[in-house]
């Protein structure tokens, strides 16, 4: 079913006024010239913008479904919350499919697959976690050559020609394993090892590489996530570790990013995430935990600036999340917007955006790169959007925050041993997206459906102590004033809904949801190692932990023991619910524009009997929202992330058209299934086309690309 609205004249004026006053400085960085999406997030800068525009307000009521691809054609598949936007480059579709991330090419007007890649069999890849993660590929050239490059769980980096999906010649290295070709891969394993401590003290102890199996267990273990970037002739590859929730174990392997030779495959260069002693950051990892502590992922794709020749991304934490005892000090590159020269890898400069993690807030979102006019001044900007629902924008060249960031104390942990820092930093502009991250649950977040509840919600939380961001757990067997600590934020796990922008106008949007809970109380682990590679996020659901006596290594001293979670009025939160939210900013001015529900409020409050004849304010329904800009329209659909895909989709699915000055939805037509992660768009033959990434394993599309374009 159609649905159409018309716009608004002073919602066109207002757009018209938005895009003069950002277009004389307003340049958009290279991906998306000539109908191409080239990047994950369309241009290298990853604002997920379009220039196309033959699709606007006035028909997207028309659009029909041009094909619909297919990915459990591929073999078993666990990705139905597939988070592989595809590329478009050159009259072809790359993407990825399956656990096994294969590889492949698809005609942009028929849907058909024209080629698939899959790396052959290895032990490697068997014992890599997050298999089905994958979130692309990424194009370069070589001599006029098109060349699909990609890192696989088992972490290798491939070089593919980009007509047959055949490795290169000359390129790389032979991999001394049955099946692999003879040239177009790299073993990335020991150039990530190469001059690490504990493998040089394992191989002085008389261990050898096998290279079937990759790192020992006992050292700790890698995998890729994110695609690698092409920039200036330099494959820059990111990294991906077991999740540190998913075992107790303090050691493993760094996540050094690397830099090869786009047209050879040769290595480059290597930047220590840990710094090492006379490095900048060395004296932020006390007790010499830098010798032993790994992860510092880049779990998130990277965004790049190639006439500045750097690249900008993400990281997360070091090894175990939860406590930081073993690792006490800020922890530098934690949790940081890191910048490096491309051709030297050297840090150009870095902002640590949360310190010394012990929350899971790893930064989940590429930085966007666009060009802003703010007070008059012209500033190359790098933004970056948090889970926490914070916002930090920067000057991409030389780091300066746009406006004032202000460290704030933050409240200290009582578990015995553990650490703290003392402050975070706060920007000060653009607000969050929802304020309940400032300072938690204060009385203007009281849910107040009737006087009644409010009053009852009011006497629930006077036993807590209430804060906001950065609330740490309490010990077990804690006797306190405190039932126990509570805490919020605003933006949630946006790896499956990433924000974007409008380089044009200076636009940016954010999907995001409110949420606040005590953390729980941690409990001493007791020398017992919990290790399972594949352990599933908090709230994903999944296979419990393995629990067996731990050899070799050294466990963590302590782990969340639950007891978490905000007791509810017979099923009624109290704070006031925000689950479905979309919020539009002028980056310009650092200015929230709208914030609108997106979907209607959850049944469970609508049909709550406490509430019957109550007024409900719209809460937004289940899942999150996934979008796309283009000149005219915001493109946006309501999407499922993993916890939710075994939902039955509440309400009916719809690909939207909304008026980027207000969120209003202006035009509508029929999703199959529920979308996921992101959206993209490409010209083709003259003919624009929208892809949505969809999936649900309670529709016939497990894991699809659905194609829309205007009827001939």
Known sequence: MKHRKSHTISGLILLSALSMAGAAQAQQLTGTENGEWRYLGGDIGHTRYTPNDQINAENFGDLEQAWIWRSDNFGPNLDYFSRSTPIYV?????TVATPRRQVVAIDPATGETLWTFREPESIRHQRSPRQAYGKGVTYGEIDGRGVIYITTPGFFLWALDAKTGRPLENWGSAFPVGGFPESGVV????????????????????????????????????????????????VVTLVGHQPSYGQTRIENVPGDIMGFDAATGENLWKFHVIPRPGEIGNETWHNDAWRFSGDISTWA???????????????????????????????????????????????????????????????????????????????????QNTKQGLIFAFNRENGEPIWP?????????????????????????????????IDGITDEFIMDYTPELREQAQVILNGYRLGGLY???????????????????????????????DPISGMMFNSHRR?????????????????????????????????????GRTVVDWLPGGGGGLPTIEGLPVFKPMHNQLTAYQMNSGDKLWSVPVGETRAAIRNHPLLAGVDIPNSGGEGWSIQMATPEILVQARALSEGMAQMEPDG???????????????????????????????????RQYIVVQIGSSRTDFPGALVAYRLPN
């Open 90 to 94: 050159d009259g072809i579709l790359y």
């Open 471 to 501: 609330v740490p757990a309490l010990p077990q067997g804690y006797d306190g004033p405190w039932i126990n600590n509570v805490g919020c934020q605003g933006g949630g796990n946006i790896i499956p809904h990433p924000p974007t922008a």
């Open 515 to 551: 949420s606040c809970s005590a953390p729980g109380f941690m409990r001493p682990t007791n020398g017992v190692d919990r290790d399972n590679p594949n352990y599933p996020e908090p709230g994903e659901g999944g296979a419990t932990p393995n629990s067996t006596p731990t050899t």
């Open 301 to 383: 794709p990277a965004s790049a600036d190639p006439d500045l020749g750097l690249v900008y991304m993400v990281t997360n934490a070091s090894t175990v999340q939860s406590y930081t005892g073993h690792r006490p000090g800020d922890n530098l590159f934690g949790g940081s917007l890191l910048v490096l020269d491309v051709a030297t890898g050297e840090r150009a400069w870095h902002f640590q955006i949360h310190r010394s993690d012990q929350w899971n807030y790893d930064l989940p979102a590429a930085p966007i790169l666009m060009n802003l006019n703010v007070d008059g001044r012209a500033i190359p900007a790098a933004i």
């Open 187 to 234: 073993d990335l394993i020991p150039w990530l090892v190469d001059g690490w401590g504990p493998w040089e003290d394992y191989v002085t102890a008389g261990g050898e590489y096998d290279p079937d199996y990759g790192i020992p267990r006992e050292l700790g273990m890698v995998t890729a996530s994110a695609p690698p970037i092409v920039v200036n002739g330099v």
């Open 405 to 437: 960031i202000e460290d704030r104390e933050v409240i200290q942990t009582e578990v015995p041993g553990n650490y703290t820092s003392l402050t975070q930093p706060y920007p000060t502009r653009p607000e969050p997206v929802d304020r309940i991250v």
């Open 652 to 686: 009916p699915l719809t690909l939207n058209a909304r008026d980027k000055t207000s969120g209003e939805v202006l035009a509508s037509v029929p999703l199959p299934a529920p979308g996921q992660y992101g959206l993209m768009s490409y010209m083709h033959d003259g």
